[in-house]
């Protein structure tokens, strides 16, 4: 069911000094950072400001900030394209799955995209600079580093905050009338990064063997693996969802994890 918001004002734009601001505290993202839901608490509180000028409402500023403390993750540089976005989004009071679903199917794409930029392209480069200045007897090998490193750095940092913010804004014009395609479009996007994840991230292999006479059967491998790749990390995902919808709580859950995985290598079945 969509959300209807209390107050469906949409004058309220945000400043190039509101989107500055927002970019600096961006630079937090991961100061909050937990294996439960990742970079949530920072991503709320990079856009925090945003959301309390936009929604003037309590109910629909508290819905809002509920709904961004759900599991997020991306590259730490290239956060601010998402929160341009999302703002935009926000501003024109669009429906929250539509935002939800955006909010998922960008986090992963750019986490990808970071990486190899950052990580892979533009560290190599700058500290090789650096490094053989240094090794030459140069001072300014060191700083050399991190100015050509953060100039690329806080450049896309900032830039990307007012171009997503602008680009949410014209594409979300563009596309009004399209928003319930746009809504299901991005879920089923959305979904499809949540089920890559867990196949990436959650590790669940059965290591037992059967035996039967002179042949071995590997549960995992002949069996599993051949009904659905991943099956188990799905089953044992979907299996924690359904018990966080129980009202169980995730320090339950995590213990359960825990325990299951002790058991699992002590008696060799995992």
Known sequence: MAYNYEDQS??????????????WRSLLLQASFN??????????????PGLRKIHKNKKDLSTAMKEHMEFFNTHPFLVTFIMGIILAMEQ????????RGIKVATMGPLGG????????TLLPITAGIGASLAMDGNILGPFIFLILFNIVHFGLRFGLMRYGYQTGVKAIQKLKEGTRQ????????????????????????LSAVVKTGK??????????????PALLPLAYTLLMYYLLKKGKSPLILIGITIILGLAGKLLHFL
């Open 215 to 228: 042949a071995k059967v590997d549960l995992q491998a002949d069996l599993l693996d051949k009904i659905m």
């Open 92 to 99: 024109n009071k669009e429906d929250r799955d539509a935002i």
């Open 10 to 23: 949409k004058e309220i734009a945000l400043t190039k000094k509101d989107l500055n601001i927002l970019a």
């Open 35 to 48: 294996y439960e839901r990742m970079q949530s608490a920072g991503w709320l509180y990079s856009i925090l």
């Open 113 to 120: 995209v970071g990486d190899a930029l950052f990580w892979l």
């Open 182 to 205: 746009i809504s299901r479009a991005a879920s089923i996007i959305g979904l499809s990064v949540v089920g890559g994840l867990i196949a990436t991230y959650v590790n669940f292999k």
